[in-house]
């Protein structure tokens, strides 16, 4: 299977602040890449597909970039609403897909 | 609006079965492509299974339930169905019901349920 590995596991930045995060495919998937939210006590919600297309109704501080092994979600404004867990997750093979490990945001 | 709603889920000792539903709305759905995502307490995603949009053509599982899970879909009920034999306590999840979609090559899981909870113990 293909490891999906993000970065931070966890990380706490205030309102306004810029946030990064990074998956790292352990092999080249070109831009088979997608970023997924998840709320306490919700279930995940599409932000971005095909690493850097915005979902439908997705609000404009989210950004994906990368291709091949790295990829970036942006958070150009971090916003209270924003507090969640964040997942990549691979399309590459879609006989096995897989999910990143999960980047937990907190607001400071 | 479009909808997927779970059912199924309850309490099951080690090595029993059980059946999950996932009835949609809102949508075509023997046109979609299908999947089952589980997620255990306090742990990540985990994709369980894909379905093509006839239920035929394509049916694939993660590797780690070693051939326990069957996935079928009946288009004419509009549902998803996910058969779960032998379960093990490292079963016990959220199962969410995934609806899946394309744009040209790239595929996305665009629309989830609310889940099912399973849990596996004696």
Same mark, same amino acid.
Request: glycine share 10%; net charge neutral.
């Given at each position: 299977?293909?490891?999906?590995?993000?970065?931070?596991?966890? +990380?706490?930045? @205030?309102?306004?602040?810029?946030?990064?995060?990074?998956?790292?495919?352990?092999? @080249?998937?070109?831009?088979?890449? =997608?970023?997924? /939210? /998840?709320?306490?006590?919700? !279930?995940?919600?599409?932000?971005?597909?095909? &690493?850097? @297309?915005?979902?439908?109704?997705?609000?404009?501080? %989210?950004?994906?970039?990368?291709?091949?092994?790295? %990829?970036?979600?942006?958070?150009?404004?971090? /916003?209270?609403?924003?507090? !969640?867990?964040?997942?990549?997750? /691979?399309?590459?093979?879609?006989? &096995? *897909?897989?999910?990143?490990?999960?980047?937990?945001?907190?607001?400071? | 609006?479009?909808? *997927?709603?779970?059912?199924?889920?309850? +309490?099951?000792?080690?090595?029993?079965?059980?059946?999950?539903?996932?009835?949609?709305?809102? %949508?075509? %759905?023997?046109?979609?492509?299908?999947?089952?995502?589980?997620?255990?307490?306090?742990?990540?995603?985990?994709?369980?299974?894909?379905?093509?949009?006839?239920?035929?053509?394509?049916? $694939?599982? !993660?590797?780690?339930?070693?051939?326990?899970?069957?996935?079928?879909?009946? =288009?004419?009920?509009?549902? +998803?169905?996910?058969?779960? =034999?032998?379960?093990?306590?490292?079963?016990?999840?959220?199962? $969410?019901?995934?609806?899946?979609?394309?744009?040209?090559?790239?595929? $996305?899981?665009?629309?989830?349920?609310?889940?099912?909870?399973?849990?596996?113990?004696?």
């Amino acid at each position: 299977d293909i490891q999906m590995t993000q970065s931070p596991s966890s +990380l706490s930045a @205030s309102v306004g602040d810029r946030v990064t995060i990074t998956c790292r495919a352990s092999l @080249s998937i070109g831009t088979y890449v =997608n970023w997924y /939210q /998840q709320k306490v006590g919700r !279930a995940p919600t599409l932000l971005i597909f095909a &690493a850097s @297309s915005l979902q439908s109704g997705v609000p404009s501080r %989210f950004n994906g970039t990368g291709s091949g092994t790295d %990829f970036t979600l942006t958070i150009s404004s971090l /916003q209270p609403e924003d507090l !969640a867990t964040y997942y990549c997750q /691979q399309t590459y093979r879609t006989r &096995a *897909l897989t999910f990143g490990g999960g980047t937990k945001v907190e607001i400071k | 609006e479009v909808q *997927l709603v779970e059912s199924g889920g309850g +309490l099951v000792q080690p090595g029993g079965s059980l059946r999950l539903s996932c009835v949609v709305s809102g %949508f075509i %759905f023997r046109d979609y492509e299908m999947n089952w995502v589980r997620q255990a307490p306090g742990k990540g995603l985990e994709w369980v299974s894909y379905i093509s949009s006839s239920g035929g053509s394509s049916i $694939y599982y !993660a590797e780690s339930l070693e051939g326990r899970f069957t996935i079928s879909r009946d =288009n004419s009920k509009n549902s +998803l169905y996910l058969e779960m =034999n032998s379960l093990r306590v490292e079963d016990t999840a959220v199962y $969410y019901c995934v609806k899946g979609d394309r744009r040209q090559y790239y595929y $996305y899981m665009d629309v989830w349920g609310k889940g099912t909870t399973v849990t596996v113990s004696s």
